[in-house]
């Protein structure tokens, strides 16, 4: 009897955290699909109304899965959502640059520079662009990577370079978060 009710206790201690055996349970509260996050209820500094951020995305990913800053903003917005936010409650920016630079190609130009059929990251840019994030790419970055100008997904604005909007966005009070 005594084990029963150890069991039980293990299970509601479980369910009450939302693991499993397998790993933790993620939620997409406001972005399906990627950024997924855990319920941390007792968990301190929640994402706060107000904020601006601008992430500043470098790294590369492997060209079938999508990038893994793009699911960083992605897991903002799911954070934000769980802490009972809006996307309207937060300003946000991002801008590709480095290795981070091709996830910004439309299709047919990914397909030229990569061995992937399509771009897996224009998905999830239209999702963050639903959510009202500003997503830029770094103009030296195309041309160093030899991307044309024209290869660039219609939902991604050009800048003249990542280092012009991280200056610029923190001139105008955005944090500044390094995703690599």
């Known amino acids: 009897m005594r084990g029963l009710a150890l069991a039980y206790a293990g299970l509601a201690a479980v369910a009450a955290s939302g693991a499993v055996a397998d790993g933790p349970v993620f939620l997409f509260p ?22 601006k951020i601008v992430f500043d995305i470098t790294a590369d990913s492997k060209p ?19 802490a009972g936010l809006k996307p309207a409650d937060a300003t946000l ?7 981070a630079t091709k996830a910004a190609l439309g299709d047919e130009a990914y397909a030229k520079h990569t061995a992937a059929m399509k771009n897996p990251n ?12 500003e997503v830029i790419v770094c103009g030296q970055s195309l041309a160093r ?5 024209t290869e ?4 991604v604005t050009i800048a003249v370079s990542a280092m012009t909007v991280n200056a610029n966005k923190q001139q105008d009070g955005y944090s500044y978060l390094s995703i690599h």
């Open 122 to 133: 224009l998905e999830l840019i239209r999702e963050l662009k639903t959510c009202g994030v």
């Open 30 to 51: 406001q972005v399906a699909r990627f950024g997924g996050i855990v319920r941390t209820p007792d968990a301190t500094e929640p994402p706060r109304r107000g904020a």
């Open 93 to 99: 920016a991002l801008v590709l640059h480095g290795g």
């Open 152 to 155: 660039v997904a219609s939902d």
């Open 145 to 149: 990577n030899k991307y044309a100008l």
């Open 64 to 82: 079938e899965e999508p990038n893994k800053g793009l699911e960083s903003v992605a897991r903002y917005l799911n954070l934000s959502a769980e």
